[in-house]
């Protein structure tokens, strides 16, 4: 099994991964965010990509995210997990939740958010009705149950453009929409993943109450994300860490 890894704000590389090499991929859409660090963690091979890019450089709505899963897809990783910093819309989301949604809806416009286009391209559908790969949401489960890891098992993720925090309006709407949780990278990250066939689910980390929520209703604190970013993002490592090791290496 080779698993690839998607990093988000606050997780730019991942600790306990003895790496091998970085590899450059080009790609026909371009560069990826950055050259993609493969190793292992016992005998698992990992591919990771820092999203955001190295020194995490590139806004949400400027990243490639074609190129990114192509790259993965191009060094045959079997799943991917993407981690996503996101504010919390429901009450019971406060700072510090782990979530795996199971439901998008996306607020996102201009980016390029298919591989089915251009000259010669047959028009493609595809079901993306539980855009979330439930076997990989099953394995982020079980090893945040062996670490006895509270984790919300269902909720609906709201992509917004970006790069600004949502207006307390715009998430009245979204909560009137269904959403649970606010991001700007998850789209069309997911869409992308499932045009390939790649396994594909999110861990979402809720680093504050959205806009007009909870201690976020006056405004909402930038240093206060900051640090909670870094108290969570060991709980995710962690977590990572035991999905790795549970899973089965291949057979030589």
Not at 118 to 132: A, E, S
Not at 224 to 235: F, G, H
Request: glycine fraction near 12%; charge should be negative.
């Amino acid at each position: 099994m080779k698993i690839g890894i998607i990093g988000g704000s606050g997780l730019d590389r991942f600790g306990d991964m003895k790496t091998v090499r970085r590899q450059s991929v080009r790609t026909p859409y371009g560069d990826p965010s950055c050259p993609l660090t493969i190793g292992e963690i016992d005998g698992i091979e990992l591919v990771f990509l820092a999203r955001h890019g190295d020194g995490h450089a590139i806004a949400p709505h400027e990243i490639n995210y074609r190129a990114n899963i192509w790259a993965l897809d191009h060094l045959d990783v079997d799943s991917v997990i993407a981690i996503a910093t996101v504010g919390g819309i429901g009450e019971h989301l406060g700072p510090g939740t782990l979530v795996l949604p199971d439901q998008i809806i996306d607020y996102t416009s201009g980016r390029a958010a298919t591989f089915f286009e251009g000259p010669g391209q047959p028009v493609t559908h595809i079901d993306f009705t539980w855009p979330y790969d439930e076997s990989v949401r099953r394995l982020l489960a079980a090893a945040a149950a062996e670490l006895g890891e509270p984790l919300i098992g269902q909720g609906t993720y709201g992509c917004a453009q970006g790069p600004r925090l949502e207006t307390a309006a715009e998430i009245r709407r979204m909560a009137r929409d269904g959403c649970d949780l606010v991001g700007m990278t998850g789209m069309p990250e997911a869409a992308l993943a499932r045009e390939l066939g790649l396994p594909y689910a999110m861990l979402a980390v809720v680093v504050n109450h959205a806009a007009g929520m909870g201690d976020s209703s006056q405004g909402i604190s930038l240093e206060a994300i900051t640090a909670t970013l870094e108290a969570t993002m060991l709980r995710v490592r962690n977590i990572l860490s035991v999905l790795v090791r549970q899973a089965t290496p291949r057979s030589s």
